[in-house]
């Protein structure tokens, strides 16, 4: 696996690539870009700066693909997060699956996904117009995560 | 016993503390050390550490970089963290 | 949306950015990529060959599209399909889902796979040491199709 | 009544066909002409098009470019399509 946190941006495309070629019987990449989005709670956004844990964070979030690993059959997974200041449109994180087939990639990139948004030590603060403010966790990430316990 | 507390995102900026070394006499804690204990013991210093870790906004702990509640044990050397939920992807 | 049938290779990275530069308010792009393995059943596989039903293949694929557009609340999608003869690792076929939020733009990119595998018009044809094979549809395909209507 | 017909993948392989332009006299069916009763016919002329069409394999039908069951009408100046279940993706 792959698990990258950093300031810079990514590409997306070099990174299915990679994975994509890693192995020829792969038959499915499942990739999830999340962006800096201009509107929240109805407020116009000009930038968000992301704070994580330093020692935590890698551990934490290879403790998530460890899990999906586990739990599906899959091959190779890459994410990657960024911290630091980023501007509305931006991309924050990249978490992409490869293995044999589409169904286990899907649930096993949703997973992480999921995870990663409920234990993975990031804190999100965004500046608008009223000010800077931290954003509060959602019920609805304790609900996406909580589905994969049934 | 002595441990390393972080504080992150709205408790660093509010309690002004990003991280400390913290030596505790051993007859402060009846029994072994929590998490909890370790909150409460912090928020005796102040109303605004009361209100940060004992009040309403949820407050989540790590010790040794992995996530647990609030009645995990805390030995000695542990790195311990709080903070809000996360909130990254 | 965006819907392509060709024979030449895209660039998975490059139809993300479009997707991810059309609206500020998109957070999400889930995308998949699928590929010719060199395996299938056991078998080596050299080479694929992917005929379609030219006059329907769009259409068909439009209308998944729009039931998917009509279901969740997305934003841009782009499909492209390959046809004719690709070779075990090339790339076959590009879902690209934005949204708002993760949960609607996965749904809606695994709905479209789902679909797309079960009512729209492509064959393929494989080359095995033994000789060429047509592929059989899979029950595994049938299901995944059918759990949409639950 | 005029139709036009095209075979895919296995079935225009071993039939030889990949479109042909069909009239059908108007009494040759009792009623509506149908996608069953298209296959019916078309199985009369050898015993390779009888497999092929009333036999195991499972075949599906579209007409003017949109799925449908064994008993959709087929109208005038339609374009029937017969194939194998699809494979793609």
């Known amino acids: ?150 | 016993m002595k441990i390393k507390v972080f504080y992150f995102a709205r408790l660093k900026e509010t309690l002004k503390f990003s991280t400390e070394d913290l030596v505790l006499p051993d007859d402060v804690f009846a029994s072994t050390l929590t998490l909890l204990k370790l909150k409460a013991h912090l928020a005796k210093r102040s109303d605004v550490w009361q209100q940060m870790l004992m009040g309403k906004l949820k407050v989540r702990g790590a010790i040794n970089h992995v996530l647990v509640d609030d009645h995990a044990p805390i030995s000695d050397g542990d790195e311990v963290a709080f903070f809000p939920p996360v909130t990254g992807g």
Not at chain 1, 24 to 40: C, P
Not at chain 1, 56 to 73: D, F, G
Not at chain 1, 119 to 131: I, M
Request: hydrophobic fraction near 40%; include cysteine; charge should be negative.
């Open chain 1, 1 to 150: 696996m792959t698990v990258r946190v950093q300031t810079q941006d990514f590409d997306a495309g070099f990174e299915i690539s990679q994975l994509r070629s890693a192995r020829k019987d792969t038959g499915a990449v499942v990739s999830f870009v999340g962006l800096v989005r201009d509107l929240n709670e109805g407020d116009q956004v000009s930038q968000l700066t992301l704070e994580h844990y330093p020692g935590m964070t890698e551990k934490a979030l290879e403790a998530i693909v460890s899990q999906a690993q586990s739990r599906w059959n899959i091959f190779e997974v890459t994410v990657i997060h960024r911290v630091g200041t980023l501007q509305a449109t931006e991309q924050i994180v990249l978490v992409t699956v490869a293995g044999a087939h589409r169904g286990e990639a899907f649930k096993a990139c949703e997973f992480i996904m999921d995870y990663l948004k409920t234990e993975a030590p990031f804190w999100k603060k965004e500046r608008t117009q009223a000010g800077e403010r931290w954003l509060d966790a959602k019920n609805t990430d304790d609900a996406a995560r909580e589905r994969w316990n049934k």
